[in-house]
T-cell receptor, first 109, second 114 residues
Framework: GESVGLHLPTLSVQEGDNSIINCAYS??????FIWYKQESGKGPQFIID?????DKRQGQRVTVLLNKTVKHLSLQIAATQPGDSAVYFC????????FGTGTSLTVIP | DVKVTQSSRYLVKRTGEKVFLECVQD?????MFWYRQDPGLGLRLIYF???????EKGDIPEGYSVSREKKERFSLILESASTNQTSMYLC?????????????FGNGTRLTVT
C-alpha cells in the first residue's frame, strides 16, 4: 500500500550548521505535504507545509523542498540551534494521518 | 493559535478499570483524532471523527472506543484497561479539507496501567 517514511532515524548536527532531514513518499497523487516537529514531552507541532504546485517554500530558518519526480521531500533548517533538537515527521495527503517514527535531530553545542 | 487541551497530563489506572481520556479544541475544527505513541512504533491512529457523532477506525481501534457528542470535545474510552495500553495518548484536530489541513496536537496524556 501507500507509505510515507523518513530516510534516517537519527541525525546529529553541530550547532550553527545547516540540517537536512529527508522524507520519501509513495503516493504520486499526493498534493499536500507537511512537516511536524515534536519536542520532548510535547505533542507534534506543525512547522511548514507545501502544495504540489510548488517546489520550494521558505519559513523562518526552515525551507521545504519538494521533488515530485522522485517523490522526495526535505526539510532544511538553517543555522541549527539547540532548540531545534526534536523528532521531525513528514506527512502527505495520502497518508496525512499516518506517521512513521520520525527523524530524531540532536544538536551538538 | 489553535489550542488542543487534554484534560490530564498523567494518569495511573488499574487493570480492568474503565478509563476516559478527554480532549477539547477551541478552533471549531470539524475533525478530531486520537493517537497513541510508543517508542520504536511512532504515532499510531486509533480513531478519528469528522463530525459530531461520527467516527472512523484507525490502525489500532481494538480495546478502544470514542465519543463525540459536541464538536469541540472528543473522548477516548478504554473499556477495560490492560497493561499493554500503557502509552502516551495524543489528541489532534484539523479543519477542512480533511486531508489538506495540518493537524494540531495536544501535549499528550501519559497513561500507566498497573
Amino acid at each position: 500500500g501507500e507509505s510515507v517514511g523518513l530516510h534516517l532515524p537519527t541525525l546529529s548536527v553541530q550547532e550553527g550548521d545547516n540540517s537536512i532531514i529527508n522524507c520519501a513518499y509513495s503516493n504520486s497523487a499526493s498534493d499536500y505535504f507537511i512537516w511536524y516537529k515534536q519536542e520532548s514531552g510535547k505533542g507534534p507541532q506543525f512547522i511548514i507545509d507545501i502544495r504540489s504546485n510548488m517546489d520550494k517554500r521558505q519559513g523562518q530558518r526552515v525551507t521545504v523542498l519538494l521533488n515530485k519526480t522522485v517523490k522526495h521531500l526535505s526539510l532544511q533548517i538553517a543555522a541549527t540551534q539547540p532548540g531545534d533538537s526534536a523528532v521531525y515527521f513528514c506527512a502527505d495527503t495520502g497518508n496525512q494521518f499516518y506517521f512513521g517514527t520520525g527523524t530524531s535531530l540532536t544538536v551538538i553545542p | 493559535d489553535v489550542k488542543v487541551t487534554q484534560s490530564s497530563r498523567y494518569l495511573v489506572k488499574r487493570t480492568g478499570e474503565k478509563v476516559f481520556l478527554e480532549c477539547v479544541q477551541d478552533m471549531d475544527h470539524e475533525n478530531m483524532f486520537w493517537y497513541r505513541q510508543d517508542p520504536g512504533l511512532g504515532l499510531r491512529l486509533i480513531y478519528f471523527s469528522y463530525d459530531v457523532k461520527m467516527k472512523e477506525k484507525g490502525d489500532i481501534p481494538e480495546g478502544y472506543s470514542v465519543s463525540r457528542e459536541k464538536k469541540e470535545r472528543f473522548s477516548l474510552i478504554l473499556e477495560s484497561a490492560s497493561t499493554n495500553q500503557t502509552s502516551m495518548y495524543l489528541c489532534a484536530s484539523n479543519g477542512q479539507p480533511l486531508y489538506n489541513s495540518p493537524l494540531h496536537f495536544g501535549n499528550g496524556t501519559r497513561l500507566t496501567v498497573t
